[in-house]
């Protein structure tokens, strides 16, 4: 299959070539000819499948007749709204309808809080056929009488699952009260809960369905730890494995905002470079930190789930639960930061005794039990951790106690490979040279983090190194 046998625009097929895509991801080939032929359209997509072109290459495509040269605001009605959850897939997907309409005279706008709003008042008062909007400051310009959304032919619902989660649903009806009732609607949505069929029942009319990947299920590239620890003794983990692991770079999720701000003020007074990211901070502030952390100037993104839904950040190596979410689903959402596009990655929870449930929720939905990890040269005291699904056999086989074990993890000529990791070969890898870092090279260079003195525990199992190798 090729882009040009879906019958786009010859001027979106070079938008296409100059961005280096040869074939269409398979959520493209299903959903771009439905939506170039009008269809409402409902799909079961991720972040990382590449949706975003599946419905912006098609919209782009069913706007371009109407494209116009003229500098009059009348030529230029929005004709097409995009919500979405949050600030930065709101700004990701108006990226990506500039990038792949760079060749066509159609215009969009990016419309969201915390910002001021005379910029946007501006740019809608010129004209726009493509606004990307998250609910609320939509809702503000419909308030002021900044936005006109009486000639908008095509509705698109980004990441509906977080905007249900988010409590955004009343404000969708507002905004939808305000369109005209002949229109296209897509919908797209991570998973597809009961809640979200029965939204997109009442918003969507006979639509097509594209599923492209089972929800709930854990991408195979990644390899899930948990490290059982005391929930008072987490942050002194975390640093610890940082350091010794290392951990190179990592988004490290947290469950609130505050839990956020509180863990990066600590690793920086450890002296690990780390931003918090969360839905308090400034826009300015969120895009800033996100610049910092791909140009490796950032170590540990902590980051709410909400904040990092839709962060555009491909091949991160290290995902960090810092606290395993309430809602099971989230930690799929979570742990998908990882192992993206076919690249390796590793996920890391640690988990306190208090989250037995949370472990076995998790457990349940995808349908795995989850490899425990001890640290090396890190004392926790064991307590017992309740289990959700069936345990593989107990490791103490040999007749040795887990301290033992964790004695002789300790001799550097001793380091072997952990057993069995969930989707790993069990071919001993050996210990990587150094850390490396998907975004930069500064951290070829860069010695380990954390005050001088500290010295790396070389003699950690190779578990994670062989993860860091980039792929040729
Ligand atoms: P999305 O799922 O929309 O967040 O897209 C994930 C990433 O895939 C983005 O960085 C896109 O630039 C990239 N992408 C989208 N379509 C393709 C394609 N057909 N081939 C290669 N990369 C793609």
Do not use: W
């Not at 596009?341 to 039990?369: D, F, H, M, N, Y």
């Not at 490396?436 to 005050?451: C, D, I, N, T």
């Amino acid at each position: 299959m090729t882009f040009e046998s879906l019958g786009l625009s010859p001027e979106l097929l070079r938008a296409i070539t100059d961005e280096g895509y040869t074939t269409p991801t398979p959520v493209q080939v299903q959903a771009i000819p439905l939506v170039l032929a009008g269809q409402d359209v409902q799909a079961a997509a991720q972040t990382g499948t590449g949706k975003t072109a599946g419905f912006t290459l098609p919209i782009l495509h069913r706007l371009q007749p109407m494209a116009s040269s003229s500098p009059s605001p009348a030529r230029h009605p929005i004709r097409c709204l995009v919500l979405t959850p949050t600030r930065e897939l709101a700004a990701q997907v108006q990226e990506s309808v500039k990038t792949y309409g760079r060749y066509l005279a159609l215009r969009s706008t990016v419309i969201y809080g915390g910002v001021a709003m005379p910029p946007q008042v501006k740019a809608l008062q010129a004209g726009v056929e493509i606004v990307v909007a998250t609910p609320g400051r939509l809702l503000d310009h419909v308030q002021q009488k900044t936005i006109n959304l009486s000639q908008v032919e095509i509705l698109v619902l980004d990441e509906a699952d977080r905007m249900l989660d988010m409590g955004f649903i009343p404000d969708i009806r507002r905004i939808i009260a305000l369109l005209p009732a002949r229109r296209q609607n897509l919908l797209f949505s991570a998973t597809f809960s009961e809640d979200i069929r029965k939204l997109s029942k009442g918003i969507l009319n006979d639509p097509a369905t594209v599923e492209v990947a089972r929800s709930n299920t854990t991408a195979e590239g990644i390899t899930q730890l948990i490290y059982p620890v005391e929930a008072e003794r987490k942050r002194a983990l975390l640093t610890h494995l940082i350091r010794t692991l290392p951990i190179p770079q990592a988004i490290v999720f947290t469950r609130t905002k505050h839990g956020a701000n509180r863990l990066c003020a600590q690793l920086e007074k450890e002296r690990i470079p780390a931003a918090a990211i969360h839905s308090d901070k400034t826009q300015s502030h969120r895009t800033r930190s996100l610049e910092q952390f791909k140009a490796g100037e950032v170590s540990i993104l902590v980051a709410t789930d909400i904040a990092a839904r839709g962060l555009d950040i491909d091949q991160l190596p290290f995902v960090v639960n810092f606290e395993l979410p309430h809602v099971p689903e989230d930690y799929v959402h979570r742990i998908g930061r990882t192992g993206r596009a076919g690249s390796q990655g590793c996920a890391i929870s640690l988990v306190s005794p208090e989250e037995s449930r949370e472990r076995q929720a998790i457990e349940t939905l995808i349908k795995q039990a989850i490899r425990e990890e001890v640290p090396v040269n890190f004392e926790v005291i064991e307590q017992p951790v309740q289990r959700a699904v069936e345990r593989r056999p107990p490791r103490e086989t040999d007749g040795r106690s887990r301290a033992d074990r964790r004695h002789v993890m300790h001799q550097p000529e001793a380091a072997t490979m952990p057993e069995k990791v969930i989707g790993e070969p069990k071919v001993p890898r050996p210990v990587p040279e150094s850390p490396r870092s998907v975004y930069s090279h500064h951290h070829f260079s860069r010695p380990p983090l954390g005050p001088p003195g500290i010295k790396k525990h070389r003699e950690i199992p190779a578990l994670l190194g062989g993860l860091l190798k980039k792929s040729p």
